[in-house]
């Protein structure tokens, strides 16, 4: 299973972003789908996670500025990302576990990291 991250870049204070994950390769399910983000200085955070029924669960630094959403179909995670705070600054990091067949266990796997940086 690979996962491939895209959508970063330079964006103003106040501008927006959307980020994607597409998940590929052997599978059957995945649960949850999280997205990570990683700032000079600053520890590996969990900054949004989605299951499949669509339940979605947000770090407070981002609450109410970042929306995490999932196309099922493409295997695919988004986070669209608002009133970006130079704070946001980042490398944003896509995880999934994957179930690659009904009687599998589940594993973990990693985007490989797309920067985020908000200044002006």
């Known amino acids: 299973v690979q996962l491939q991250a895209s959508g970063g870049g330079l964006v103003q204070p106040g501008g927006s972003l959307r980020l994607s994950c597409a998940a590929s390769g052997s599978i059957f399910s995945i649960n949850p789908m999280n997205w990570y983000r990683q700032g000079p200085g600053k520890q590996h955070e969990l900054v949004a996670s989605i299951i499949t029924g669509g339940s979605t669960n947000y770090a407070d630094s981002v609450k109410g500025r970042f929306t995490i959403s999932r196309d099922n179909a493409k295997n695919t995670v988004y986070l669209r990302m608002n009133s970006l705070k130079p704070e946001d600054t980042a490398v944003y990091y896509c995880?999934?576990?994957?179930?690659?067949?009904?009687?599998?266990?589940?594993?973990?796997?990693w985007g490989q990291g797309t920067l985020v940086t908000v200044s002006s």
């Open positions: 995880n999934a576990w994957v179930r690659s067949d009904p009687g599998s266990k589940v594993v973990g796997y």
